[in-house]
């Protein structure tokens, strides 16, 4: 065969077919039928347009969700969504009553019940995985609730953080870090954890050493309510709460700004757990450890209270935007759900 | 001749003319798009890039300006530092012609407000594009073949977007694809033949000063050329006549007359020469990394993903096109091969309808050459990602052709179906698989506008799809111009809003356009602007966790959604609400 023309075509003729190759001939000219099923596939790709833009649940059905949920709504509850993306929207409707310790949660220890605004069939992340005990629709938004039990959270220490003690540790010196109501700062991509108008100041010379609780956007870049607790060096701060009941563990979390992370390539930090001042539990976080759970037992002093402080310590403080969520837990441990 | 779907069968030395009414035609579709995309232009606020390439037009415009009134003291090096230095990381061909645009809106007020002035130039390139594959495709696979190839790259959702704009990602594929042609003409030992050679060296100079992208292309041309070379060798061997030139001259053209034309589309250039080219070259030979969301994981860093611009195509064109393009790539498989290997490997019986052979230009190689270098660099895992599908854009006119092919194809289905049943069988069949074919992209465009770059189509499950398999939303800010109206009605008396990834530039040109109020002032203080909003981008998460802690409170404004999915998120700030509630009151 010689190659014909300066210009390629699209041929209209079929060759004659050999005798031997009449068969395989024939079931291929039955394919060239193929292309007929183009338009059809036209016509699916519209449909498909119309049928995705008419399941998008109107507004209304949100709000009418939003209406029946916080009617039922108890102290305890947990309400999300479902598809994670539809956040946003649930807060608009329901705002007021999800709370960032909702929306940041480490898990779902805290709650006693999950209400789950749901749409498109979906269910959160960390619902448990069997069948919610509680299903209605309104309109496109199902309304799912999920019961989990009593809560083994006896002491929030995020929660309560406002009234700990805060201290910068310096050789035998122990310098009180004030609560100070100021202004908030900060904002941007990149710009790291915004600075809250109310926090534990430490050192006015660093104006990155203070205390309180924040939404931290952790390795995965989701939201961490924590609070945030930059090292100074070696020498750490210290957040002690007095008097906490204690149960038989404590739970901590802890995790550094996502961009400060994601490199893998700044030091290690050290959180000591300490319950009256003997240390019951440690962790390490390094790069790339993301969210990271460590759980300390505090069994040996069932049903009793004492003093629990936090340090947090990194021998090179650099970019080490530090944040924990911590508490006390008692009872019989849930099942970890799929982070 | 011998009709084949109403192609005429090439003869072996000429080739498929395109007659004055196919450039009529082509005409006509440039003006409809350039005025379809004048006409929902106002939709769409201008993108970050579009605000700094406004930036660099009026600093250019203030140069010309100078030259036009004291030539001896615009060309001094000084002056040319002073008025080309901005945005110098790119070349000036169309910032300059943007600069022109919008001298001509200063002086004669020819647009209805200052933004179309500045997008003006690019959907003009938009519009000779598709002007540029239809005539492009009357040579190649015929006239039904172009039309539809034109059709359908207009009515990709993604392209119809950026064909918008004040950027050069649209124009850099028209010079691409003109270099293309010119260089594809400049083959045959046609009379034309030396005047195709020089276009193609001076198209090639206007895709440099375009953007960078034309660095790559005459690999694909030599690739190509070789191939052709090598095939027109073995053809003339077997006692064919002389067709193909054994002599690149297009290459001498494209390494002499490419660079001094680039060097003359430029002034920032013509002094420091070769520092400012080796900064230029370096820039983008050291492109930051930025981050791109795909199937839910935040890249910003390599190695990035190979699957990505093959999935987002997937994802982003119309899927009927890409069925109809791969269907006609498959088709055309023998057309890829050298002949004998063709003959070998994929006897014609494979091939049901028809002869398919390599023309002696080897048109389809180069067609798939064209389609598949855009996007095998970005698939090379240390190239950023950062632009959705425009990086490889000049893919798509390639892939627009094939798809033209299959609707040729399609058509012939279907005429042999109904014979003459029918009155005029080819023209009612060609128009009803016209309308068929292209209703996906017309339908799938116009739902996407004006959220385009948050737009996927049905493989993605649409828009609610993408967000669940985690795909880019969107990025460059520009979704904050479809909340224009509800800043108005919640800010009668002005305020402050702080604008997330939305430029100043861009926000002040909503005011230039007049769609926004004065009093409605950008803001550089998150934590102390009456408004705070959000660009839903993965990597724009912690933008929202810090306004929950500078507001406390987590609870929207208002939530802009498309097809149900958060595209931004606005947030009042406490104090402000007080002062609105108790003006309310007062």
Redesign the interface.
């Known amino acids: 065969m010689t190659q014909a023309s300066t210009s390629p075509s699209v041929p209209a003729a079929a060759p004659r077919p050999d005798g031997a190759r009449q068969s395989l001939r024939a079931r291929l000219a039955s394919a060239r039928h193929l292309w007929l099923l183009v338009p059809l596939l036209a016509l699916i790709e519209v449909a498909s347009l119309a049928v995705r833009v008419s399941r998008v649940a109107p507004h209304s059905d949100w709000r009418a969700a939003a209406t029946f949920v916080r009617a039922q709504q108890r102290p305890g509850d947990l309400i999300t969504s479902a598809p994670a993306w539809t956040d946003p929207v649930l807060r608009l409707v329901l705002g007021d009553r999800v709370t960032l310790a909702q929306t940041g949660r480490s898990d779902t220890d805290a709650f006693t019940r999950m209400w789950a605004l749901s749409v498109r069939g979906e269910r959160p992340h960390d619902a448990p995985p069997r069948d919610p005990d509680f299903e209605q629709a309104f309109g496109r938004v199902r309304v799912l609730r999920w019961d989990l039990g009593a809560s083994p959270v006896r002491f929030d220490l995020v929660e309560h953080v406002r009234e700990a003690e805060v201290v910068r540790v310096e050789g035998d010196r122990e310098l009180p870090c004030p609560w100070r109501v100021g202004s908030a700062e900060g904002g941007g991509v990149g710009a790291g954890t915004e600075t809250p108008a109310a926090r534990f100041i430490c050192d006015p010379r660093r104006p990155w050493l203070w205390v309180a609780p924040v939404v931290n956007e952790d390795l995965s870049l989701e939201a961490r309510y924590c609070v945030y607790q930059h090292p100074p060096g070696a020498e750490p701060v210290r957040v002690t709460y007095h008097d906490v009941s204690l149960g038989t563990r404590l739970v901590l979390y802890g995790g550094v700004y996502a961009t400060h992370e994601r490199m893998g390539e700044n030091g290690p930090i050290d959180v000591a757990v300490k319950v009256d001042g003997i240390v019951v539990g440690t962790m390490t976080h390094r790069d790339l450890d993301g969210w990271k759970r460590m759980e300390a037992a505090t069994a040996e002093r069932p049903g009793t209270r004492g003093d629990v402080s936090i340090e947090v310590t990194a021998v090179n403080p650099n970019l080490r935007t530090f944040c924990w969520a911590a508490r006390t837990e008692d009872g019989p441990r849930r099942p970890r759900s799929a982070p | 001749m ?4 109403g ?1 005429p ?8 003319r395109a007659t004055w009414r196919d450039h009529l035609a082509g005409l006509l579709m440039c003006v409809v798009y350039v005025a379809v995309l004048l006409a929902t232009a106002n939709d769409l606020a201008m993108a970050r890039d579009e605000s700094f390439y406004v930036d660099a037009a009026q600093s250019y415009a203030g140069w010309f300006e100078q030259l036009g009134s004291d030539r001896a003291a615009a060309m001094t090096p000084e002056a040319i530092t002073r008025g080309w230095s901005y945005n110098h990381e790119h070349p000036a061909l169309m910032k300059a012609l943007f600069a022109f645009s919008w001298m001509a809106q200063q002086k004669w007020h020819v647009f209805p407000n200052d933004s179309l002035a500045f997008r003006f130039p690019g959907m003009v390139t938009a519009g000779l594009l598709l002007w540029l594959v239809y005539v492009f495709g009357v ?4 006239r039904a ?1 172009g039309a539809f190839a034109a059709a359908s790259l207009a009515l990709m959702p993604r392209v119809f977007y950026h064909a918008h704009l004040d950027c050069f990602d649209v124009p850099i594929v028209f010079f691409l694809t003109l270099v293309t042609y010119c260089y594809w003409r400049s ?2 030992l046609s009379r034309f033949r030396w005047f195709w050679v020089l276009a193609t060296g001076v198209t090639y100079g206007l895709a440099l000063a375009t953007k960078h992208n034309a660095w790559l292309l005459p690999g694909v041309l030599v690739i190509h050329w070789v191939w052709a070379a090598l ?1 027109e060798v ?2 003339r061997r ?1 006692g ?1 006549v002389r ?2 030139s054994l002599v690149p001259w297009w290459l001498l053209a494209i390494l002499t007359l490419g660079p001094l034309v680039f060097y003359a589309s430029w002034p920032w250039i013509w002094h420091e020469t070769l520092p400012r080219l080796r900064e230029y070259a370096a820039f983008h030979l050291h492109h930051d990394y930025y981050n791109m969301e795909y199937f839910g994981r ?1 890249y ?2 390599p190695p990035f993903p190979v699957s990505y611009p093959f999935v987002m195509t997937a994802f982003t064109v ?3 096109t890409l ?2 393009a791969l ?1 006609a790539l498959l088709r ?1 498989t023998r ?1 890829f091969l050298p ?2 290997l ?2 070998r490997a994929l006897p ?17 190689v180069l067609f798939l050459g064209a389609l598949l270098q855009p996007m095998l660099v970005i698939a090379l895992p240390s190239t950023p990602i950062f632009g959705g599908t425009k990086h490889w854009f000049a893919a798509y006119p390639f892939l627009a052709l094939f798809a033209g ?2 609707f ?3 058509t ?3 005429r042999q ?1 109904v014979g003459q049943r029918i009155p005029s069988p080819r023209v009612v069949v060609r128009a009803l ?1 016209a309308l ?2 292209l ?2 992209s017309l ?2 465009t116009a ?1 996407s506008h004006p959220f385009a770059l948050s737009h996927y ?2 493989l993605a ?5 993408a ?2 398999l985690g795909m880019n939303r969107q990025f460059w800010g520009f979704t904050t111009g479809s909340l224009v109206p509800w800043f108005k009605q919640q800010m009668p008396e002005g305020g402050t809003v ?1 604008l ?2 939305t430029t100043w530039g861009a926000w002040r040109m909503l005011q230039r356009d007049g769609l926004l109020p004065e009093n409605i002032r950008a803001a550089g ?4 602007a009456d408004y ?1 909003l959000v660009h ?1 981008e ?13 507001f ?5 404004a ?2 802009l ?1 498309y ?4 595209i931004v ?1 606005v947030y009042e700030n406490p104090a402000h609400a007080r002062r609105r509630l108790a003006r309310r009151v007062r």
């Open positions: 011998t009709p084949t779907f192609v069968a090439v003869s072996v030395l000429a080739e498929p040579r190649t696979f015929g073949a083959l045959t095939g073995r053809a077997r064919g067709e193909v935040n910003f860093w119309p899927v009927t069925v109809l269907g055309r057309a002949a004998s063709a003959e014609q019986f494979l091939h049901a309808t028809g002869v398919i052979r390599a023309d002696r230009r080897a048109t389809d092919v299959g040729v194809y399609v012939r289905g279907f179906l698989a068929v074919l209703a996906p339908a799938e739902h189509g049905m499950g649409g828009v609610p799809g967000a669940t702080w997330c990834d203080d998150l934590a102390h705070a839903h993965k990597h724009f998460a912690e933008v929202d966790f810090q306004i929950w802690v500078a406390g409170t987590s609870t929207p208002t939530v959604t097809d149900g999915v958060p998120t």
